[in-house]
């Protein structure tokens, strides 16, 4: 009975959450005025997305990736490609870049997957920016710096999302869709193996865990998330250049996830608004604001260095508000 | 293939050899520093440009020779990695218990300060100076034309390689030679067995920031002399190749850094006689990633238990 009660509360938060992003904020952006609002949070949604699905790898496996941006761009290349030259829909076209990010992910992660460290830190720099010339070079395929244009709007079923609120629906929907999957996964005794993995990766194949093909799991789903993202960034941009998949936006979303905590998922939800959010607010200083960012992350980092959402108060927050993690009622181990 | 070796051949393994020179000046700064702190400083692209920029201002103001230049750029450099040091560096060594020497959350932090300070550096970089390219006198671009056979070398050239050299073996002496080099030696050997016999740690760190720094700085002013372009955004891909040089290298060579720097110039240089120059890049991030997978410790690394 107990339990049954605890279920319904937490069903009952659950909505709340998807009401206030489906419902309040953009009841708010509609009140602020314009589309202008509503391409910020479309940005600041992808973001999330792409900071979510990077904490699972960096945040609770502990693998440092400083090549996520191009795992984004083979989404949107995917996405942009079939919507282009094939004339997919976005309900084909979003499935389809999550497949070739993850694609491209494992097969990176296959021969890359056994080095440690700051080791596997390099390689994903090296691999990020190979995908990056290789957007940029390949013309015949990616049309090179010329970038991708006219990239059909979303539209789902017969229902036009094309404008700014109905793009803000789709990012949205995308978004819970990718924190859902990587709150169940971290929240979870997968999830312990996967932190496992971060402590002492030696230590956890002693007790039995296979931890090439965890972190491979891990990292592919990261990768699919992420390539989820670009879809969404392809169609609602309608315009894609290689300039948006470079180191820059790589460490971009790690800054998020370090400023808002390392494996805290609402950490991660907080950076990435704080720092996409953060430059537009900023916009009336004009040259000030990038100045201002980067004192922001410097004064964040000297002061919070465990992130202004840190991993163990993120994680007894969940436990208390949302039932997940380990609660009393289920018999569980490790499956 | 009777013309393969031709003059234009030799002509881009001069070209690669003063580009890997360059790499391996900025390289030497990452491995120092990597090899002490065991953290990536990412504000290294910065303190090359700035001293480039510290050098451009000297050369508008005054006009001295090349020689007072460069030291000029070297003292403004060591100086900003001191600044550097005690800005990103060392705030976050306060916490030295061992919870937060093993959270993963404090070296990313660490990781990561250094990049907040390299940001707020470069765009006041582009606010004082504007993101554009900026005017260099002519008479100090370094790129007069000294014909040698069927050869045309820039005196820009012969700079590099004297310079690099010079610096290289002072670095050489002072690391094998002096007091300061044995305890940087000693500290990125082993800090706490540095700190037992009465090394000041703070100390040698601050050091190596200084020299590192320095290093990198005069290898700014002297590419930003011989290419003719001077920007606040220059430091990045010489940052992320002699980085790429470093790993190659095995982390905490400087030998090894040195040879890969070279490597990896010369093979970028040839490399534009098969491929279009877009690719080119492909070679450093291909290089890297195969060194990685195959010969994980670098070429040149010392055995590490696992990599």
Same mark, same amino acid.
């Given at each position: 009975?107990?339990?049954? /009660?605890?279920?319904?509360?937490? #069903?009952?938060? @659950?909505?709340?959450?998807?009401?206030?992003?489906?419902?309040?904020?953009?009841?708010?952006?509609? /009140?602020?005025?314009?589309?202008?609002?509503?391409?910020?949070?479309?940005?600041?949604?992808?973001?999330?997305?792409?900071?979510?699905?990077?904490?699972?790898?960096?945040?609770?496996?502990?693998?440092?990736?400083?090549?996520?941006?191009?795992?984004?761009?083979?989404? /949107?290349?995917?996405?942009?490609?079939?919507?282009?030259?094939?004339? @997919?829909?976005?309900?084909?076209?979003?499935?389809?870049? /999550?497949?070739?990010?993850?694609?491209?992910?494992?097969?990176? #992660?296959?021969?890359?997957?056994?080095?440690?460290?700051?080791?596997?830190?390099?390689?994903?720099?090296?691999?990020?920016?190979?995908?990056?010339?290789?957007?940029?070079?390949?013309?015949?395929?990616?049309?090179?710096?010329?970038?991708?244009?006219?990239?059909?709007?979303?539209?789902?079923?017969?229902?036009?999302?094309?404008?700014?609120?109905?793009?803000?629906? #789709?990012?949205?929907?995308?978004?819970?869709?990718?924190?859902?999957?990587?709150?169940?996964?971290?929240?979870?005794?997968?999830?312990?193996?996967?932190?496992?993995?971060?402590?002492?990766?030696?230590?956890?194949?002693?007790?039995?865990?296979?931890?090439?093909?965890?972190?491979?799991?891990?990292?592919?789903?990261?990768?699919?998330?992420?390539?989820?993202?670009?879809?969404?960034?392809?169609?609602?941009?309608?315009?894609?250049?290689?300039?948006?998949?470079?180191?820059?936006?790589?460490?971009?979303?790690?800054?998020?996830?370090?400023?808002?905590?390392?494996?805290?998922?609402?950490?991660?939800?907080?950076?990435?608004?704080?720092?996409?959010?953060?430059?537009?607010?900023?916009?009336?200083?004009?040259?000030?604001?990038?100045?201002?960012?980067?004192?922001?992350?410097?004064?964040?980092?000297?002061?919070?260095?465990?992130?202004?959402?840190?991993?163990?108060?993120?994680?007894?927050?969940?436990?208390?508000?949302?039932?997940?993690? @380990?609660?009393?009622?289920?018999?569980?181990? @490790?499956? | 293939?009777?013309?393969?070796?031709?003059?234009?051949?030799?002509?881009?393994?001069?070209?690669?050899?003063?580009?890997?020179?360059?790499?391996?000046?900025?390289?030497?700064?990452?491995?120092?520093?990597?090899?002490?702190?065991?953290?990536?400083?990412?504000?290294?692209? %910065?303190?090359?440009?700035?001293?480039?920029?510290?050098?451009?201002?000297?050369?508008?103001?005054?006009?001295?020779?090349?020689?007072?230049?460069?030291?000029?750029?070297?003292?403004?450099?060591?100086?900003?990695?001191?600044?550097? %040091?005690?800005?990103?560096?060392?705030?976050?060594?306060?916490?030295?218990?061992?919870?937060?020497?093993?959270?993963?959350?404090?070296?990313?932090?660490?990781?990561?300060?250094?990049?907040?300070?390299?940001?707020?550096?470069?765009?006041?970089?582009?606010?004082?100076?504007?993101?554009?390219?900026?005017?260099?006198?002519?008479?100090?671009?370094?790129?007069?034309?000294?014909?040698?056979?069927?050869?045309?070398?820039?005196?820009?050239?012969?700079?590099?390689?004297?310079?690099?050299?010079?610096?290289?073996?002072?670095?050489?002496?002072?690391?094998?030679?002096?007091?300061?080099?044995?305890?940087?030696?000693?500290?990125?050997?082993?800090?706490?067995?540095?700190?037992?016999?009465?090394?000041?740690?703070?100390?040698?760190?601050?050091?190596?920031?200084?020299?590192?720094?320095?290093?990198?700085?005069?290898?700014?002013?002297?590419?930003?002399?011989?290419?003719?372009?001077?920007?606040?955004?220059?430091?990045?891909?010489?940052?992320?190749?002699?980085?790429?040089?470093?790993?190659?290298?095995?982390?905490?060579?400087?030998?090894?850094?040195?040879?890969?720097?070279?490597?990896?110039?010369?093979? %970028?240089?040839?490399?534009?006689?098969?491929?279009?120059?877009?690719?080119?890049?492909?070679?450093?991030?291909?290089?890297?990633?195969?060194?990685?997978?195959?010969?994980?410790?670098?070429?040149?690394?010392?055995?590490?238990?696992?990599?």
């Amino acid at each position: 009975m107990v339990a049954n /009660a605890s279920r319904v509360s937490v #069903a009952a938060r @659950w909505l709340g959450l998807a009401a206030l992003l489906f419902g309040l904020i953009p009841a708010l952006l509609a /009140a602020i005025g314009g589309g202008y609002p509503f391409q910020v949070a479309i940005t600041a949604l992808i973001f999330v997305t792409l900071a979510v699905s990077l904490n699972l790898v960096t945040g609770t496996a502990g693998l440092l990736s400083l090549g996520h941006a191009g795992f984004f761009g083979v989404g /949107a290349y995917a996405a942009a490609l079939a919507s282009t030259k094939l004339g @997919w829909p976005f309900p084909l076209t979003l499935p389809l870049a /999550a497949v070739a990010a993850a694609v491209v992910g494992v097969l990176v #992660a296959l021969p890359t997957m056994r080095l440690i460290s700051i080791y596997f830190a390099v390689a994903t720099l090296g691999i990020g920016e190979m995908i990056h010339v290789a957007l940029l070079n390949w013309v015949s395929f990616t049309r090179g710096p010329m970038g991708i244009r006219a990239i059909p709007p979303i539209e789902v079923l017969g229902l036009d999302l094309s404008g700014v609120v109905g793009g803000y629906y #789709a990012a949205a929907a995308v978004a819970a869709a990718g924190i859902f999957a990587v709150h169940r996964l971290t929240h979870s005794y997968y999830g312990n193996a996967l932190r496992s993995l971060r402590e002492d990766d030696q230590c956890a194949a002693a007790m039995g865990l296979n931890p090439v093909r965890l972190k491979i799991e891990a990292f592919g789903v990261s990768c699919a998330i992420a390539g989820a993202a670009g879809a969404v960034y392809a169609h609602t941009a309608s315009f894609i250049s290689p300039d948006s998949f470079r180191f820059e936006e790589s460490i971009l979303i790690l800054a998020m996830i370090v400023v808002g905590g390392l494996g805290s998922l609402p950490g991660a939800v907080v950076g990435a608004v704080l720092l996409i959010v953060l430059p537009e607010a900023l916009r009336g200083i004009g040259d000030f604001r990038m100045i201002a960012v980067g004192v922001f992350m410097f004064l964040s980092i000297l002061f919070q260095p465990k992130g202004l959402l840190g991993e163990a108060s993120a994680i007894a927050l969940f436990r208390r508000q949302l039932g997940a993690a @380990w609660r009393g009622d289920i018999q569980a181990g @490790w499956k | 293939m009777p013309d393969f070796f031709d003059a234009y051949f030799a002509q881009q393994i001069i070209n690669g050899l003063s580009l890997g020179l360059v790499y391996a000046l900025v390289a030497i700064g990452f491995t120092l520093i990597f090899g002490i702190l065991n953290v990536v400083n990412f504000a290294h692209g %910065e303190i090359y440009t700035v001293g480039a920029f510290a050098g451009l201002l000297l050369i508008v103001g005054a006009a001295p020779p090349l020689l007072a230049v460069v030291l000029f750029a070297m003292a403004v450099g060591a100086a900003a990695g001191v600044g550097l %040091e005690r800005l990103a560096f060392r705030p976050i060594r306060r916490f030295s218990d061992e919870a937060s020497l093993k959270s993963r959350a404090m070296r990313e932090a660490t990781l990561l300060s250094s990049l907040a300070v390299s940001i707020v550096t470069r765009e006041l970089m582009v606010h004082f100076f504007s993101g554009e390219m900026q005017v260099i006198p002519q008479a100090a671009l370094l790129q007069e034309v000294i014909a040698v056979g069927p050869l045309t070398l820039t005196n820009g050239n012969l700079f590099i390689f004297g310079a690099s050299v010079v610096m290289l073996g002072g670095l050489q002496f002072m690391l094998y030679r002096t007091r300061v080099g044995l305890s940087i030696r000693a500290v990125s050997n082993n800090v706490l067995g540095a700190r037992h016999v009465g090394i000041d740690t703070n100390r040698t760190i601050v050091a190596t920031f200084a020299i590192g720094s320095a290093l990198g700085a005069a290898a700014g002013i002297l590419v930003g002399l011989y290419n003719g372009n001077i920007f606040p955004y220059m430091g990045f891909a010489p940052g992320v190749k002699a980085f790429v040089a470093m790993v190659m290298g095995g982390l905490s060579s400087i030998p090894g850094a040195v040879i890969s720097a070279l490597l990896l110039g010369v093979s %970028e240089s040839v490399a534009t006689d098969f491929i279009s120059a877009g690719w080119k890049d492909m070679i450093a991030y291909g290089l890297l990633v195969v060194t990685l997978i195959f010969f994980p410790q670098g070429l040149f690394g010392h055995g590490r238990e696992r990599v």
